[in-house]
């Protein structure tokens, strides 16, 4: 049940998620136009969310911000991460309820038996689970009203199996969490520091030969403002459940289209400001 607890809040929190990951598997397809349309919904959704972070910035009052809490293009980041953390957490939780289970006070139970069996104990004098114990029998005779009750030594062959299960299931949930705090530390690294974010998008532009010396600032703001960690993170996600040509073509149409956008803000800006300049100077006149 533990394990199922960071699956449901990812389903939850992830909304559309799924759906750009679906759309990432049927892009790898060799059907073009299958593969167009899959490239057409990343591209929407990515910049739809650019869209978002742009009115959040747009937003002048600190209370309008503080409601909307994490900004839109760091909030599916936020959930990676605390899922992440949560499946650590279940990681960590199951070692220590095996140690309550067990009965032991050490939550190193397999290295101690393994410190055990590499100092040459035998397994039968190494394990915490008793091999041979005491058992209380009664036994009612013919004749007698109160059964008679007999102290026996009693052999338990099912600890021999059970206390290797346990062993395996320790070392198991232990490998398990050093892998996915490794795994979590990697992607926090190239998905939150800014300057990993930066190199990561600039490969792929610089792939497709549309990054200029000029245009590296604007590459800076591109990822920084548009793309955000989520973004980042989608695409790093996308290359790997498809391929990087995939992620390629994504991220060569969000900058292609930014650079347009760029220009035709700028020429509206020139021509709003030429016809200022023109309105003044007929009233002058």
């Given at each position: 049940?533990?394990?199922?607890?960071?699956?449901?809040?990812?389903?939850?929190?992830?909304?559309?998620?799924?759906?750009?990951?679906?759309?990432?598997?049927?892009?790898?397809?060799?059907?073009?136009?299958?593969?167009?349309?899959?490239?057409?919904?990343?591209?929407?959704?990515?910049?739809?969310?650019?869209?978002?972070?742009?009115?959040?910035?747009?937003?002048?009052?600190?209370?309008?911000?503080?409601?909307?809490?994490?900004?839109?293009?760091t909030?599916?980041?936020?959930?990676?991460?605390?899922?992440?953390?949560?499946?650590?957490?279940?990681?960590?939780?199951?070692?220590?309820?095996?140690?309550?289970?067990?009965?032991?006070?050490?939550?190193?139970?397999?290295?101690?038996?393994?410190?055990?069996?590499?100092?040459?104990?035998?397994?039968?004098?190494?394990?915490?689970?008793?091999?041979?114990?005491?058992?209380?029998?009664?036994?009612?005779?013919?004749?007698?009203?109160k059964?008679?009750?007999y102290?026996?030594?009693?052999?338990?062959?099912?600890n021999?199996?059970?206390?290797?299960?346990?062993?395996?299931?320790?070392?198991?949930?232990?490998?398990?969490?050093?892998?996915?705090l490794?795994?979590?530390?990697?992607?926090?690294?190239?998905?939150?520091?800014p300057?990993?974010?930066?190199?990561?998008?600039?490969?792929?532009?610089?792939?497709?030969?549309?990054?200029?010396?000029?245009?590296?600032?604007?590459?800076?703001?591109?990822?920084?403002?548009?793309?955000?960690?989520d973004?980042?993170?989608?695409?790093?996600?996308?290359?790997?459940?498809s391929?990087?040509?995939?992620?390629?073509?994504?991220?060569?149409?969000?900058?292609?289209?930014?650079?347009?956008?760029?220009?035709?803000?700028?020429?509206?800006?020139?021509?709003?400001?030429?016809?200022?300049?023109?309105?003044?100077?007929?009233?002058?006149?």
């Amino acid at each position: 049940m533990l394990s199922w607890v960071p699956y449901l809040l990812w389903r939850v929190g992830s909304k559309r998620l799924p759906i750009l990951l679906r759309s990432a598997k049927e892009a790898s397809v060799p059907d073009r136009e299958l593969r167009q349309k899959a490239i057409s919904c990343l591209v929407a959704t990515l910049e739809e969310q650019a869209e978002s972070t742009a009115r959040y910035r747009r937003m002048t009052s600190g209370l309008k911000r503080f409601l909307c809490q994490l900004r839109p293009n760091t909030r599916i980041t936020f959930l990676f991460f605390i899922v992440r953390f949560c499946f650590i957490g279940n990681s960590v939780g199951q070692i220590y309820l095996m140690k309550h289970f067990i009965g032991t006070n050490s939550t190193m139970f397999g290295v101690e038996v393994l410190n055990d069996i590499v100092s040459g104990k035998d397994w039968e004098t190494s394990g915490k689970f008793p091999r041979v114990t005491f058992c209380t029998v009664r036994v009612r005779k013919m004749g007698q009203i109160k059964p008679a009750s007999y102290t026996l030594q009693c052999v338990l062959p099912i600890n021999y199996f059970v206390e290797k299960v346990y062993v395996f299931l320790w070392f198991w949930f232990v490998i398990l969490t050093c892998i996915t705090l490794l795994s979590t530390i990697h992607w926090a690294f190239n998905t939150l520091l800014p300057v990993r974010r930066i190199a990561y998008i600039k490969q792929y532009i610089r792939a497709i030969r549309q990054l200029s010396n000029t245009e590296e600032r604007d590459c800076t703001r591109f990822v920084n403002n548009n793309l955000g960690p989520d973004g980042v993170l989608i695409l790093q996600v996308v290359s790997r459940v498809s391929s990087d040509l995939i992620a390629l073509d994504v991220t060569a149409t969000l900058w292609s289209n930014y650079r347009h956008a760029k220009i035709t803000g700028t020429e509206e800006d020139i021509n709003r400001f030429l016809e200022t300049v023109n309105r003044n100077s007929t009233t002058a006149v």
